[in-house]
């Protein structure tokens, strides 16, 4: 009887991919990462019956389409804040107000930009559509850090990125450890270690490439005699860096790609086969992640030119702004998913949201901007201040002691969650003597 059945189901699968039908496609054909089952829980499934009345075929198509990217998701109601802030921008409202709604209008984009190309990879296969998400999956950041750079503004790219790395670490892993521990206060939470171990050693050799620019400015006699040795060995570091996260997209694509791929399981069977439905085409999907790219380079065009003001008119430094409230707020969607696969006893895709994220703005965004402000002539390095350098380090060797043994409790979280204040609340108190300059650019 088992054997009339699988055969039955086999029969089934055949037929339906004969007639082009890839809603049967395999796990195989398309492994979900972590980032796309942490972003596929803030969806909602579209109710098409309105839509589905309309006769003529190109609007119904849009209006589909529409209703799929825009309503498609439970943060939706945070779009609003996209023509507020564009209002607001061309009405000339406090500069204050421009950057609150424009931080706000991010929080969707990023959510969405992740499911377009989790769209465009049902057409393009598994490995092109993780190679496309690997390069827009931090997109907010890289966008933001490219045009704080055409602004000259270096230390804003630095403390952005910075706080990027610092929020996956201690903020989102330290939650989703902390929730998913006292979910399951009775289970032995455990999870794979092998990926753990990988993102820890390409954020050790991150650190690093942090490490000896700073140690290179102590050595010398006087930080003017070291600053151009410091900038030449940052720009090669950067080099050393892409390569190693080049084979690190080898490794995760393609040689061990089984590390990497989320486990799913019996119970969210109806769950998957939704999500393995594309739902827009190749070419919508594509216009889609173009607009979506270009509002969010309107945003984070916003943000970049009002951070001062809002500095200026909440009383909060710069640094704090950077390191903490832009990333909590940029990757809510992100996270929020993290930690609730976390209250569903699923580790493995928490840490692969946590950990992979801090790894590609580390290893990717990190020496990509100095590459980029490099060819655009701006002088950015690697040379991060003591106190910054030091939040680094200890954040990743902290998060790889918490990771060592395999198994998690509250506890852990709540020590990732506390160093996370304490990082803060040192930032929210530092001050540094450039600040009071005219365009308030600190110095790193």
């Not at 399951?184 to 171990?197: L, M, P, T, Y």
């Not at 490439?209 to 006699?221: R, T």
Request: charged share 15%; glycine share 6%; net charge neutral.
């Amino acid at each position: 009887m088992a054997t009339e059945k699988r055969y039955g189901k086999m029969a089934t699968e055949e037929f339906l991919l004969e007639n082009g039908n890839i809603k049967m496609l395999s796990k195989e054909r398309h492994g979900r990462t972590a980032h796309n089952m942490s972003s596929s829980s803030l969806r909602k499934k579209s109710d098409r019956a309105l839509v589905s009345k309309i006769q003529f075929g190109c609007l119904r198509s849009f209006l589909s389409n529409l209703q799929e990217v825009l309503l498609g998701t439970k943060l939706a109601i945070l779009f609003l804040a996209i023509p507020c802030a564009i209002v607001a921008q061309y009405r000339n409202f406090q500069r204050p107000w421009i950057f609150a709604l424009s931080l706000l209008g991010l929080t969707p984009l990023a959510e969405r930009v992740s499911f377009l190309t989790e769209q465009i990879a049902f057409f393009t296969g598994p490995t092109v559509g993780g190679l496309l998400n690997a390069t827009c999956g931090n997109a907010t950041e890289l966008i933001i850090a490219i045009l704080a750079l055409s602004k000259n503004k270096v230390d804003v790219v630095k403390y952005s990125l910075l706080g990027s790395i610092l929020s996956n670490l201690l903020l989102v892993l330290g939650t989703s450890l902390f929730c998913g521990g006292i979910a399951n206060i009775s289970k032995e939470q455990k999870f794979d270690r092998k990926q753990a171990d990988v993102n820890s050693l390409l954020l050790l050799l991150g650190l690093l490439c942090h490490v000896l620019p700073l140690m290179f400015k102590f050595a010398g006699k006087s930080p003017e005699l070291t600053a151009i040795g410091t900038l030449q060995l940052s720009r090669a570091s950067c080099f050393v860096m892409l390569t190693a996260y080049i084979a690190y997209l080898i490794f995760q694509l393609w040689t061990h790609r089984q590390l990497f791929e989320a486990q799913e399981d019996e119970a969210d069977d109806d769950v998957v086969s939704d999500d393995e439905t594309p739902v827009i085409g190749f070419w919508s999907g594509f216009i889609w992640l173009v607009l979506m790219t270009c509002v969010v380079a309107l945003l984070s065009e916003y943000v970049v030119a009002t951070i001062e003001a809002a500095s200026d008119s909440w009383g909060l430094s710069v640094s704090f702004i950077s390191v903490i409230l832009l990333p909590i707020v940029g990757n809510a969607a992100e996270h929020a998913g993290a930690i609730i696969f976390a209250f569903k006893n699923k580790l493995d895709i928490s840490l692969g949201v946590a950990l992979g994220s801090a790894t590609q703005i580390a290893m990717f965004v990190v020496p990509l901007s100095v590459i980029v402000s490099w060819i655009m002539g701006i002088d950015m390095d690697l040379d991060l201040n003591l106190l910054e350098t030091s939040s680094l380090a200890l954040s990743i060797i902290l998060t790889a002691i918490a990771l060592q043994d395999g198994t998690s409790h509250y506890i852990k979280g709540l020590v990732l969650l506390l160093a996370y204040v304490v990082i803060g609340a040192c930032f929210f108190v530092y001050r540094s003597p450039n600040s009071a300059g005219p365009a308030n650019v600190l110095r790193v």
